[in-house]
């Protein structure tokens, strides 16, 4: 069975910095493009950053410089590094997995979320 498992958001100050994790089981992360999704209070959802099998990355322009994706093999978990957080990053945070190893690949499996709240 197929299951991701978010962790790590929670409260930080504008500037601050988090790092989510999503623990994956039931299949191996490498083998396919993994993603990061969030949804802004009252919004609707919005791709963050992607990582494919071969290591290629991409992001929304708007996290440019500021967040990274990355994944443990051996862990079998992708993570996103937040830095220099601003209170426009405040949302739920959700990992997906792409049905292949391509970026352009539909999502078929979603975590449950995790909030991220950038706020003094």
């Known amino acids: 069975e197929v299951q991701l498992v978010e962790s790590g958001g929670g409260l930080v100050q504008p500037g601050g910095s988090l790092t989510l994790s999503c623990a994956a089981s039931?299949?191996?992360?490498?083998?396919?493009?993994m993603s990061w999704v969030r949804q802004a209070p009252g919004k609707g959802l919005e791709w963050v950053f992607i990582?494919?099998?071969?290591?290629?990355?991409t992001w929304v322009d708007s996290v440019k410089g500021r967040f990274t994706i990355s994944r443990d093999n051996a862990k079998n978990t992708v993570y996103l590094q937040m830095n220099s957080l601003k209170s426009e990053d405040t949302g739920v945070y959700y990992c997906?997995?792409?049905?292949?190893?391509?970026?352009?690949?539909?999502?078929?499996?979603w975590g449950q979320g995790t909030q991220v709240t950038v706020s003094t």
């Open positions: 997906a997995k792409s049905g292949s190893r391509w970026m352009d690949s539909e999502y078929d499996y």
């Open positions: 039931g299949f191996t992360v490498s083998n396919y493009a």
């Open positions: 990582i494919n099998s071969q290591d290629s990355k």
